[in-house]
Structures are given as structure tokens and as C-alpha cells.
């Protein structure tokens, strides 16, 4: 016969130190009900395209309106390339004019450019890192100096009067005639290392095209300068020279 105990109920005080929350805790939360737009004069979200049918059609025709502006504003801007000041066409003229020594074209070269020297000097950087030869800092070096130093000789030889050439122009010109030496770097990937005699005098072919093409466009494009063309040559010669010295040792 199992024995019953009674137990006493167990009454919390209404106020005091306990928490009123803690009643709430097993509490069910009700659920809301989703939000509903109301029906008022200013649209939430009308889903329903024909209860807006004036609203939708200038929406439409404002997208148009827009879609066909930007197309033409696109259409009649210019390339990237003229944007940036880089032109294919006349960087391929001056350099075809540099090929011939005999005939440099100088009219091609009057409006002076740094895109087709950066190219060749970039050119010529690659050819002899294909060599062995890491001189990217050396070759910057001595394009800068070498277009000053011919730009101040220039002008001494030309006085304050006829010294019309300028710096810019000056630069566009020896990097345009840096063409020869560019193509001695590439032909000396192909050529032994032992014979000497044979590098000197393909070295020395390629310097006095450089030297020609150079003083000739320096005397071409300047004023009052045609009785210093052998003053203007030398200081081109020692100039690439100096860079052909790096393709050869």
C-alpha cells in the first residue's frame, strides 16, 4: 500500500525583489500580422503595373530618353588612344622615316611626341634582358642625360636667336633615332660572342645611322644651324656610341 504526501503550495509575492519579467518568460508571444501598405495618397509598393498607368509610361519614357542620349554622348567621344595622346598612324610615320638615313622625312617629325621613344626604349630595355643584360635603370639614366646634353649643346651652337629647339622636341628626336641601336641589340642576340672584329663593325654601321638620321632631323627642324651640322653629328655620335657600348660588352 503506497503511502501519499502531501505537498503545500508554493505562493510568490506579488511585488518585492522578484522580477516581474520572469512571469512573462513561458509567456506564448503572439504573432503579428505582415505589414499592409495602407490605401493613401502616397503609393508604398504598387505591384500592380495598370494601377499606375501615368506614373509607368513617363518612367518609360524617361529610360529611353536617357538610354539614347548616353549612346550618342558615347559615339562622339574620341578614342582612348588620341585621349591619352598616343597616335598609332604618326608614331608608325616617324619611325618609318628614320629607316632610310638617306632621306629622313622631317615634316613628320615637327609635331614631337614621347609615346614612340618610350616604346623604343622599352624595345631596346627587352632585347637586352633577352641578353643577359639587366640595365633598365642604367639605359634611363642615359636617355635623360644624353637629351639634355644635346639640347644644351644645341643652343650654344645656335645662340639665343636660333635656339628654337626645345626640350620636348629635342627628347621625341633622339628617342625616334634610338631605331638603330634598337635593331643592334636584337641582330646581336643572333651573333657569336668570340669575334669581336664582327661586332665592332656592325656596331659601327648602326652608330652612323643613328648619327646621320639624328643630325640630320636636328638641323632639318632648327633654324640657322647648317654650318654646325659637324659639331651637332659629333655630339650625336658620342651619343650612340655610348648606348651601343652597352650592346656589345
Known sequence: MSKQFTVPPVVFPSGGGVNPNIGNINQRRVPTAPFQPSSSA??????????????????????????????????DEEPLLDELGIHPDQIWHKTRSILNP???????????????????????????????KIQFGIILGWIVVSSIFLYVVFNMLAGRNNGNLDLHTCTSVVGYCMLPVVILSAVSLFMPQGIGVVRYATAGVFVVWATRSCANLMVALADGVEEHRGLIAYACFLIYALFSLLVIF
Open 42 to 75: 502616397i503609393p508604398f509598393m504598387a505591384f500592380d503595373m495598370g494601377s499606375v498607368p501615368s506614373s509607368s509610361g513617363s518612367l518609360g519614357g524617361t529610360i529611353s530618353t536617357s538610354t539614347v542620349s548616353a549612346s550618342a554622348s558615347f559615339e
Open 102 to 132: 638617306f632621306r629622313v622625312n622631317p615634316a613628320s617629325h615637327k609635331d614631337s611626341d614621347l609615346s614612340g621613344p618610350i616604346f623604343l626604349y622599352l624595345s631596346f630595355c627587352l632585347f637586352q634582358l633577352l641578353g643577359g
